[in-house]
């Protein structure tokens, strides 16, 4: 399987838990986190000011998804925040972060009639 995913080195993967502990991240987000992998079983909510904090909370209270778009240093990325579950039981959040064009088209595609 993982042969299918050499394109998405450059996509930043971060996991955590429903308390904001970091459990795990791919190589790209270590390098784009200022603490590399050290941050792994640290927390959330101590790496990112109030105002994220409080979304993050958000999103792991109600397990819910939030996907936005950012730019920095020149490049801009989408950032995906999506609950994971281990079955039935809410596991916590997965952050993807993968960088996208300046300008790219959108597509409205409709659904055919039958």
């Known amino acids: 399987m993982e042969k299918y995913f050499e394109g998405l080195k450059k996509v930043a993967i971060t996991v955590c838990d429903k308390e904001g502990n970091i459990l795990d991240m791919n190589q790209t987000s270590a390098d784009v986190n200022s603490h590399g992998h050290k941050i792994v079983g640290n927390n959330l909510f101590n790496c990112h000011p109030e105002r994220a904090a409080k979304i993050l909370r958000e ?3 109600e397990q819910k998804l939030n996907a936005y778009t950012i730019e920095k240093n020149g490049v801009k990325k989408l950032i995906y ?3 994971w579950y281990d079955g039935e039981e809410f596991g916590g959040l997965i952050e993807l972060s993968l960088p996208i064009p300046m300008e790219m088209p959108h597509y409205v595609r409709e659904t055919k009639a039958e």
């Open 59 to 61: 999103l792991l209270d």
């Open 81 to 83: 925040q999506v609950p």
